[in-house]
């Protein structure tokens, strides 16, 4: 029973991980790719 709870901690863990590197590259990714579709494109940053 102990080992079942601690593969669970494990996957847990590294959804949580994975899920948290994802967003702190994308959102700054996003941000940058915006400003240079305005700046190269002339496209609004909104759209």
């Given at each position: 029973?102990?080992?079942?709870?601690?593969?669970?901690?494990?996957?847990?863990?590294?959804?949580?991980?994975?899920?948290?590197?994802?967003?702190?590259?994308s959102l700054?990714?996003?941000?940058?790719?915006?400003?240079?579709?305005?700046?190269?494109?002339?496209?609004?940053?909104?759209?």
């Amino acid at each position: 029973m102990n080992i079942l709870i601690l593969i669970i901690a494990v996957v847990g863990g590294a959804a949580g991980l994975l899920s948290t590197i994802y967003l702190t590259v994308s959102l700054p990714a996003i941000i940058i790719w915006k400003i240079y579709r305005k700046i190269h494109l002339g496209i609004p940053i909104t759209k």
